[in-house]
Nanobody, 120 residues
Framework: QVQLVESGGGLVQAGGSLRLSCAASGSIFSINAMGWYRQAPGEQREAVAIIFSGGSTNYADSVKGRFTISRDNAKNTVYLQMNSLQPEDTAVYYC??????????????WGQGTQVTVSS
């Protein structure tokens, strides 16, 4: 079993910054990718940023240049630095980890979500 613990959400004014963290713990042989997704009320969940085991990253067009994803491999932790936040960034942000167990089975694990609210 792998558990994810997210932190860092909150309320911020437009133009402000927040940093989200997601720490993975449990029976992890390797982490293939770690990412952040978000879901606004009435909307589908969308990918925000992903970082792969080799360090390459992908970003949604809407956050390019404003958000930065990074990871600490020693701590199995992924971060999302969010700058120049706008009201349209308001959503519940979810961490997702794709990992492989010691028995070589790959799983997708989701965090519990953390609310980010940007006021205008």
């Amino acid at each position: 079993q792998v558990q994810l613990v997210e932190s860092g959400g909150g309320l911020v004014q437009a133009g402000g910054s927040l940093r989200l963290s997601c720490a993975a713990s449990g029976s992890i042989f390797s982490i293939n990718a770690m990412g952040w997704y978000r879901q606004a009320p009435g909307e589908q969940r969308e990918a925000v940023a992903i970082i792969f085991s080799g360090g390459s990253t992908n970003y949604a067009d809407s956050v390019k240049g404003r958000f930065t994803i990074s990871r600490d491999n020693a701590k199995n932790t992924v971060y999302l630095q969010m700058n120049s936040l706008q009201p349209e960034d308001t959503a519940v942000y979810y961490c997702k980890v794709i990992h492989t167990t010691y028995s070589r089975v790959t799983y997708n694990v989701w965090g519990q979500g953390t609310q980010v609210t940007v006021s205008s």
